[in-house]
């Protein structure tokens, strides 16, 4: 890494940086480069696959608030499925097809349990908002001051 990038990394306040994300997010040059991996000589690999999903779940949570946006997009659908199962369950209820007291059950767990859904959600979408606005990232970088 070039000094500017290790100057530029060194203002981001979080504990656990995800260099594969901010390095193209602060503007600095970087390249791919391939190379032929031989067969392990010895041994085992130190890096089990609970660290790589540990590392793509801080790597989509560090730049994104989707994860808690998805939540809500699930808590609005379950509750346009649950107003399509209510309407289904009073219509049994009238044509005499339901079991006594099968259809306000149904009607009451299904409504409550997505009204907490769509409420997680919305206390969700604060959080991430909050969240944005005191992760302290520099808003910009200045690579060179101009003189008058």
Known sequence: MSKRTLEVLSRFKEVNLFLCG?????????????????ERFAGESKYPLKKILASAFDGITSFSIEPIRMISVVGVISF???????????????????????TSLACSIW????????????IGEYIGKIYNETKEDPKYFIETFIKD
């Open 22 to 38: 901010i390095v193209p997010l602060i503007g600095c040059l970087s390249t791919v480069i391939t190379y032929k991996r031989h």
């Open 80 to 102: 346009l499925v649950s107003i399509g199962i209510l309407i289904y369950s009073i219509i049994t209820n009238y044509l005499g097809n339901t079991i006594t007291g099968w």
């Open 111 to 122: 409504a409550l349990g997505r009204i907490q859904l769509l409420a997680i959600g919305i």
